[in-house]
């Protein structure tokens, strides 16, 4: 139960951060990736936290009827998907190596 709220309270950081800066995605998957115990787990983790923000991106760029454009420039929305994902599921997956190597799960 711990480790859930470790979890949900790395997103919201993570989403509260990245609505300002795109250093969020950084800090976000970071703080996912310390919630979790499993480099395994640490890596959906990353990736599950940057599906989010990036649909959370196009919430907001729909709510602002901006969506239309965005998706009208071919390779742009999937270059901003792909970055969101590697970039959160990188710095999710970086505290996995410093810690022990005891404690490493896959």
């Given at each position: ?70 998706f ?9 998907l ?25």
């Open positions: 139960m711990r480790d859930e709220i470790k979890l949900l309270a790395g997103f919201i950081i993570g989403l509260a951060v990245s609505y300002f800066h795109w250093v969020g995605l950084i800090i976000g998957g970071f703080a996912v990736g310390v919630a979790t115990r499993s480099l395994r787990v640490a890596l959906v983790s990353g990736v599950i936290f940057g599906t989010v923000v990036w649909l959370a991106f196009v919430a907001m760029l729909s709510a602002n009827g901006m969506a239309d454009k965005f009208a420039m071919s390779p742009l929305q999937y270059v901003s792909l970055l969101t994902v590697i970039a959160t599921t990188i710095s999710a997956s970086i505290t996995n190596f410093f810690s022990s190597p005891s404690q490493h799960k896959m």
